[in-house]
């Protein structure tokens, strides 16, 4: 006997909705929803906003490392302990000490850098600013490695007053060592005691360490602070002079002498500038050198010692 005809049922569809649905139960009865349900209901999350790190011309590593740890977050001295760990690309001639090599720039820190990263990218750039033709040209002429070049850069960062007067404090420091000159900056004393002041006294200038350079001929054994390019162009690029001598007698007033009878007239002023009545101490930005002299220390109070 021939079957009835019946039409044929339409299937029930589900919505896309009901798909995810049905998928999330299936998943939480087998115990992986809590896996998978986050990232399937939430979109992509944007990336994250780099934050600016700026280590700024003149400062010295543990300067640099203390702002890494302020800035990541990180229990103190977490960044000077990665150095040895970190494989910076140093000449052998720091011996491992990047002092010198961590160039001053604005870096870009997100919660996933790391003071290992962040060190090896500063110590990468220092060698692309001394490898610039124009630097590694003129360090040669001079006949100066990139490190001898660093040195010397790091000098006239921490004593020109002013990026016009590096020029000037460059051709002080190689005519003194032309003429076998003690360098006699004080800028390397304030190094070796760990200070940042004007105040140099004829006792400072007497202490048994490789960075006096009142009693040590040549540069000082490792550069004294980061130094940024037009540092280190002035070094290997000096101004044309015969100076021999400067002292920075007052904020943007840095006076450059030939003589030692000249400088003395020049530091006897900035004595009679600092023991003014309304006389206030030299003030420099936050991290930044004080600006000193080449030559016997400015005080009023002591005898000058004689230029070596």
């Given at each position: 006997?021939?079957?009835?005809?019946?039409?044929?049922?339409?299937?029930?569809?589900?919505?896309?909705?009901?798909?995810?649905?049905l998928l999330?139960?299936?998943l939480?009865?087998?115990g992986l929803?809590?896996?998978?349900?986050v990232?399937?209901?939430?979109?992509?999350?944007?990336?994250?906003?780099?934050?600016?790190?700026l280590i700024?011309?003149?400062?010295?590593?543990?300067?640099?490392?203390?702002?890494?740890?302020?800035e990541?977050?990180?229990?103190?001295?977490?960044?000077?302990?990665?150095v040895?760990?970190?494989?910076?690309a140093?000449p052998?001639?720091?011996k491992?000490?990047?002092?010198g090599?961590l160039?001053?720039?604005?870096?870009?820190?997100?919660s996933?850098?790391?003071?290992?990263?962040?060190?090896?990218?500063m110590?990468?750039?220092?060698?692309?600013?001394?490898a610039?033709?124009?630097v590694?040209?003129?360090?040669r002429?001079?006949?100066?490695t990139?490190y001898?070049?660093?040195?010397?850069?790091?000098?006239?960062?921490?004593?020109?007053?002013?990026p016009?007067?590096?020029?000037?404090?460059?051709r002080?420091?190689?005519?003194?060592?032309?003429?076998?000159?003690?360098?006699?900056?004080?800028?390397?004393?304030n190094?070796a005691?760990?200070r940042?002041?004007v105040?140099?006294?004829?006792?400072?200038?007497?202490i048994?360490?490789?960075?006096?350079?009142?009693?040590?001929?040549?540069?000082?054994?490792?550069?004294?602070?980061?130094?940024?390019?037009?540092?280190?162009?002035?070094?290997?690029?000096?101004t044309p002079?015969?100076?021999?001598?400067?002292?920075?007698?007052?904020?943007?007033?840095?006076?450059?002498s030939?003589t030692?009878?000249e400088?003395?007239?020049?530091?006897?002023e900035?004595?009679?500038?600092?023991a003014a009545?309304?006389?206030?101490?030299?003030?420099?930005?936050?991290?930044?050198?004080?600006r000193?002299?080449?030559?016997?220390?400015?005080r009023?109070a002591?005898?000058?010692?004689?230029v070596?």
């Amino acid at each position: 006997m021939p079957h009835a005809y019946q039409p044929p049922q339409r299937r029930s569809r589900l919505t896309r909705r009901g798909r995810l649905l049905l998928l999330f139960t299936t998943l939480l009865g087998i115990g992986l929803g809590a896996a998978v349900l986050v990232p399937l209901l939430s979109r992509t999350q944007p990336p994250e906003t780099p934050r600016p790190l700026l280590i700024p011309e003149g400062w010295r590593a543990p300067q640099v490392y203390a702002a890494v740890d302020k800035e990541l977050r990180l229990p103190a001295g977490t960044t000077a302990s990665a150095v040895a760990t970190a494989g910076l690309a140093l000449p052998a001639e720091a011996k491992g000490n990047p002092e010198g090599y961590l160039f001053p720039a604005t870096y870009p820190v997100t919660s996933k850098t790391t003071p290992a990263e962040l060190l090896a990218t500063m110590v990468r750039t220092a060698n692309q600013k001394l490898a610039t033709k124009a630097v590694a040209d003129g360090g040669r002429a001079h006949g100066m490695t990139p490190y001898q070049t660093a040195t010397l850069a790091s000098i006239i960062e921490a004593e020109a007053d002013n990026p016009a007067d590096m020029g000037k404090v460059a051709r002080v420091v190689h005519n003194r060592l032309a003429k076998s000159m003690p360098l006699q900056m004080d800028s390397t004393l304030n190094y070796a005691l760990n200070r940042n002041t004007v105040d140099v006294k004829v006792k400072d200038t007497r202490i048994d360490h490789p960075f006096n350079t009142y009693e040590r001929q040549g540069l000082p054994p490792t550069p004294i602070d980061s130094p940024g390019l037009q540092a280190m162009a002035a070094a290997v690029a000096p101004t044309p002079g015969d100076w021999l001598f400067f002292v920075t007698v007052k904020p943007g007033d840095t006076r450059f002498s030939t003589t030692y009878e000249e400088h003395r007239k020049h530091v006897a002023e900035f004595n009679r500038l600092r023991a003014a009545p309304s006389a206030k101490p030299a003030a420099t930005a936050p991290g930044r050198p004080a600006r000193a002299q080449a030559g016997p220390p400015a005080r009023p109070a002591t005898p000058a010692a004689p230029v070596k």
